[in-house]
T-cell receptor, first 115, second 113 residues
Framework: KNQVEQSPQSLIILEGKNCTLQCNYTVSPFSNLRWYKQDTGRGPVSLTIMTFSENTKSNGRYTATLDADTKQSSLHITASQLSDSASYICVVSPLNTGTASKLTFGTGTRLQVTL | DAGVTQSPTHLIKTRGQQVTLRCSPISGHKSVSWYQQVLGQGPQFIFQYYEKEERGRGNFPDRFSARQFPNYSSELNVNALLLGDSALYLC???WGQGTYEQYFGPGTRLTVT
């Protein structure tokens, strides 16, 4: 069964600090991996999308890395801001699928940035 | 360009009632997917429609149904509401049928009392 596990479940950091969120997946064969940011009560917003051949992808202060051999991804947030407080969801897509039903969502990491 | 829009934003229903949620995709997108997200969990796939045809169905009871209109907008209907149907319902649009980049709407918060 395809699974996506994220850690930690929740995280509290001080404003200005860096943090790293983890995503482990068992989806195979693998096509792409996405990180989304979801503010409370709102829809997810895409941060990065990486194919199996990409190792890293940046979007401003967000940098995602991917190790397709170990089936691990991380999202690194640099110089955190209060507005980074949100849930971060890892989503994995298998290869050659013709339907969104095959997307596997993680349960997310809840990040809180404090003063 | 307008993003994915959903209506209503919030609604409160009583057990046993029926509800209809609406979604308008990004202009040019032909696929709409519906997800249910319970608090603290990741989104769970309900349906995908592409070119007005159902292309995928998740593990949800027959009380859940959907359709897509010629303008690619979509409705999700839930009959005989249960307390457990309380959730954030997300609509996502994409250009194609496959696992293309999906763009999510703001969601509809449904509370069943």
């Amino acid at each position: 069964k395809n699974q996506v596990e994220q850690s930690p479940q929740s995280l509290i950091i001080l404003e200005g600090k860096n943090c790293t969120l983890q995503c482990n997946y068992t989806v195979s064969p693998f096509s792409n991996l996405r990180w989304y940011k979801q503010d409370t009560g709102r829809g997810p917003v895409s941060l990065t999308i990486m194919t199996f051949s990409e190792n890293t992808k940046s979007n401003g202060r967000y940098t995602a890395t991917l190790d397709a051999d170990t089936k691990q991804s991380s999202l690194h947030i640099t110089a955190s801001q209060l507005s980074d407080s949100a849930s971060y969801i890892c989503v994995v897509s298998p290869l050659n699928t013709g339907t969104a039903s095959k997307l596997t969502f993680g349960t997310g990491t809840r990040l809180q940035v404090t003063l | 360009d307008a993003g994915v829009t959903q209506s209503p934003t919030h609604l409160i229903k009583t057990r046993g009632q029926q509800v209809t949620l609406r979604c308008s995709p990004i202009s040019g997108h032909k696929s709409v997917s519906w997800y249910q997200q319970v608090l603290g969990q990741g989104p769970q796939f309900i349906f995908q429609y592409y070119e007005k045809e159902e292309r995928g169905r998740g593990n949800f009871p027959d009380r859940f149904s959907a359709r897509q209109f010629p303008n690619y907008s979509s409705e999700l209907n839930v009959n005989a509401l249960l307390l457990g149907d309380s959730a954030l319902y997300l609509c996502a649009s994409s250009w194609g049928q496959g696992t293309y980049e999906q763009y999510f709407g703001p969601g509809t918060r449904l509370t069943v009392t």
